[in-house]
């Protein structure tokens, strides 16, 4: 006779921690599976003010097409050249280099100054190719014995520049925008995940307010202590300084420009109306003594809420003459009594 089988007991905790065992490996394969899928993932796209962190404090927008053709761009481009002769060698010898006409090849430019580093950061957008731009810059740095090094950070190429005591970092945010700083750190925070400019209540404010399609445009807050300059040349008529600014410029078939002073009220803003407007006819006076007042009678300040507005308007013709008469030179006789005269005088005191 054969035995009975006998039934084996199974402790009842055992199934419970199999199946604990098996949704956990499911679980942590599919977070694995989802982490490392995100790593693979492409850095995102950034261009223009995407490319601005959100503690932007001013944001400067240009469209250089629109600007090349201007007599008073152009002069103040030459004069800051001429002041700083090793400024114009180098930007001459990267024009050279990687033939680089920033007046067609750049569609838009966006500078912006921040409170996480002293330095600007530049987004430039336009027929641009790393790999072109990244080549050229080395061929021409290295010309004067800089040199230029690669290094992947989250995902991008990260390009500093070292030439000539100065460093400057560079780095795609999409395959046309080129984002840039002497700071290494902005750059890479310009190009992250974080806050953008237009995640800023504030200065998404100030920027759908201002005429973002003009040449060159500009928004920002203001500086505390600047604003507390301006109430004491008030005299205290302005008790609370201004927030922000807004501005905008077009130098197409003459000037014409704006600035805007965002006051903190309706009575701030119709106090400093009532000071400028006596100041501006000073001005327009005193400009009379070189030729210019008509031009400076041109400027004018109006009140929009509590938004002061500065603003002018010049035709070519204008623009012309206010350029003549700025670079002309005054004789040196009419300034200061001949020499003669004056050794004269000091000899007789």
Not at 153 to 172: I, K, M, N
Request: aromatic share 2%; net charge positive; glycine share 10%.
């Amino acid at each position: 006779m054969r035995p009975a089988l006998r039934t084996r007991r199974v402790a009842p905790w055992r199934p419970r921690l199999a199946g604990v065992i098996v949704a956990g490996a499911v679980a942590c394969a599919a977070g694995c599976s989802s982490k490392a899928s995100s790593a693979r993932q492409p850095p995102p796209e950034l261009a223009g003010l995407a490319a601005v962190p959100a503690s932007a404090r001013v944001v400067i927008g240009a469209a250089p097409a629109r600007l090349a053709d201007s007599a008073l761009m152009q002069r103040g481009f030459r004069l800051l050249l001429e002041r700083d002769a090793d400024l114009a060698a180098r930007v001459a010898r990267l024009a050279d280099g990687c033939g680089l006409d920033w007046r067609t090849q750049v569609s838009s430019i966006h500078l912006a100054l921040t409170a996480d580093a002293p330095q600007p950061l530049l987004v430039a957008t336009g027929k641009l190719s790393e790999a072109e731009l990244a080549r050229c810059v080395q061929a021409t740095v290295g010309v004067g014995g800089g040199k230029v090094t690669a290094k992947q950070v989250e995902g991008r190429t990260l390009y500093q520049v070292d030439d000539a005591g100065r460093s400057v970092t560079f780095a795609f945010g999409k395959a046309d925008t080129v984002v840039v700083s002497a700071s290494r750190e902005l750059v890479v925070l310009a190009l992250g995940t974080g806050k953008k400019a237009l995640d800023d209540a504030e200065l998404k404010g100030l920027i759908d307010r201002a005429d973002t399609g003009a040449p060159l445009w500009a928004v920002g807050k203001v500086d505390p202590a600047l604003g507390q300059r301006l109430i004491a040349l008030t005299s205290g008529q302005v008790q609370a300084a201004p927030t922000a600014f807004l501005a905008t410029l077009d130098p197409g078939g003459g000037l014409t420009a704006s600035l805007g002073a965002v006051m903190a009220g309706e009575s701030d803003a119709k106090a400093l109306e009532s000071h400028v407007n006596p100041t501006l006819g000073l001005i327009a006076l005193a400009a009379g003594a070189r030729g210019l007042g008509p031009l400076a009678a041109k400027i004018v300040a109006s009140r929009d809420g509590a938004i002061v507005k500065f603003g002018v308007a010049l035709g070519d013709a204008e623009v012309k003459d206010l350029l003549s008469k700025i670079d002309s030179r005054v004789p040196a006789q009419q300034d200061a009594p001949p020499a003669a005269a004056q050794d004269a005088g000091a000899a007789g005191d």
